[in-house]
């Protein structure tokens, strides 16, 4: 089958054509044939030689997939061939055939387009379990997100509004800040055009928010501490402005914080099924009724996955990019 990997680490042009054997699923695993992968800005650091695939997956990039079931694998009972389903993969998403273990797959819904499909996994499982199990959102409860026009910010921000929250999201761009309104932020803040904290502050009116969904790090963990109300929640899923920050620890005492943070492909397989469980129950039905898709920003064919990469570093896509195989 033709899959798209690389030799070395590099810029998006590494990413070539490579001829490797169609997987065999195992047991518990079925092989999908895939009809979207999704690109996700892990993707583009593992290409950067900067985010390794755990011990075991494949060195093929793609964390999401949608297609169809080729094979089923041993004791395999919840899915049939032919059936339509996305995945959350731990790699190999870019390829003809990908394995996925059934108990990560979702299947897809009538009136949900395989270019949808795929473009699901990866934010959902991640901004459901940080969000909601880590960041314990309740319903009524501020959540201020960055990156409010990436994959996970539009996720955050859709599911959020979804479960009674009130979305507030930073953007580097004006005309990013209107599309985040449109998707689902209650307010959307400018921050290379005012300072985030106080705005926030205004927002809220002084109190601050519940839960920060931090995805920068470095010197904005102190100021994200600041837009924090007492016994506020604090949950990291990437460190893009680095990873060491100095806090105050009296604060985090005092006004009774909780930090808190998460990496999803290096969680064990029975995690990320139980997750999938959960998402199935809670958020499942939102997608199977209509009321939840995912922003879609460009579809690129799988020849063309440099071109994916290139203009996910140059930050101007709004939402999810996808492969078509
Ligand atoms: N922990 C996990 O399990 C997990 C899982 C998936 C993804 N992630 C991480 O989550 C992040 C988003 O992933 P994605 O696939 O949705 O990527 P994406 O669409 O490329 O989004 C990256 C976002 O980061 C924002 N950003 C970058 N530097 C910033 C800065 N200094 N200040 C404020 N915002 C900044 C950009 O916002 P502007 O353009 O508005 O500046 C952009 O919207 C990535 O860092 C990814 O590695 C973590």
């Known amino acids: 089958m033709t899959a798209v990997g690389f030799d070395a680490?590099?810029?998006?042009?590494?990413?070539?054509?490579?001829?490797?054997?169609v997987p065999r699923p195992g047991p518990g695993e079925v092989l999908?044939?895939?009809?979207?992968?999704?690109?996700?800005?892990?993707?583009?650091v593992q290409r950067q030689g900067k985010y390794p695939?755990?011990?075991g997956a494949s060195p093929i990039p793609g964390l999401e997939i949608s297609g169809r079931v080729a094979v089923l694998g041993e004791g395999v009972t919840e899915f049939l061939p032919g059936q339509a389903v996305c995945a959350l993969v731990s790699g190999g998403g870019y390829a003809e055939y990908c394995l996925a273990k059934a108990a990560h797959c979702l299947p897809v819904p009538e009136g949900l387009g395989l270019d949808e499909a795929a473009a699901?996994?990866?934010?959902?499982?991640t901004v459901w379990h940080n969000v909601f199990e880590r960041g314990y959102a309740r319903d009524g409860e501020t959540l201020l997100v960055h990156g409010g026009t990436s994959g996970i910010g539009t996720m955050a921000a859709m599911l959020g509004k979804h479960f009674g929250l009130?979305?507030?999201?930073?953007?580097?761009?004006g005309e990013k800040c209107a599309r985040a309104l449109e998707i689902?932020?209650?307010?959307?803040?400018?921050?290379?055009?005012?300072?985030f904290v106080e705005e926030v502050a205004r927002i809220t009116g002084g109190r601050g928010v519940d839960i920060v969904l931090d995805m920068v790090g470095g010197d904005y963990v102190a100021r994200n501490l600041k837009c924090l109300a007492p016994d506020g929640r604090h949950v990291t899923i990437a460190v893009q402005g680095g990873a060491k920050a100095e806090i105050n620890m009296a604060v985090v005492m005092t006004r009774r914080y909780t930090l808190t943070g998460s990496t999803l492909r290096a969680r064990s397989d029975?995690?990320?099924?139980?997750?999938a469980q959960e998402i199935l129950a809670n958020a499942w039905p939102l997608v199977e009724e209509g009321e939840l898709r995912p922003v879609m920003d460009a579809r690129f064919a799988l020849g063309e996955a440099a071109a994916a990469h290139a203009r996910m570093e140059a930050g101007d896509h709004v939402g999810k990019i996808v492969l078509e195989i």
């Open 270 to 275: 029975a995690f990320k099924g139980l997750l």
């Open 166 to 173: 009130t979305v507030i999201v930073t953007c580097g761009s």
């Open 9 to 21: 680490p590099g810029g998006p042009d590494v990413l070539r054509p490579v001829t490797v054997p």
């Open 120 to 125: 699901l996994p990866e934010t959902l499982f």
């Open 53 to 55: 695939p755990p011990p």
């Open 32 to 44: 999908v044939k895939v009809a979207f992968a999704g690109v996700n800005r892990p993707d583009v």
């Open 184 to 195: 689902g932020a209650a307010h959307a803040i400018d921050y290379k055009a005012c300072d």
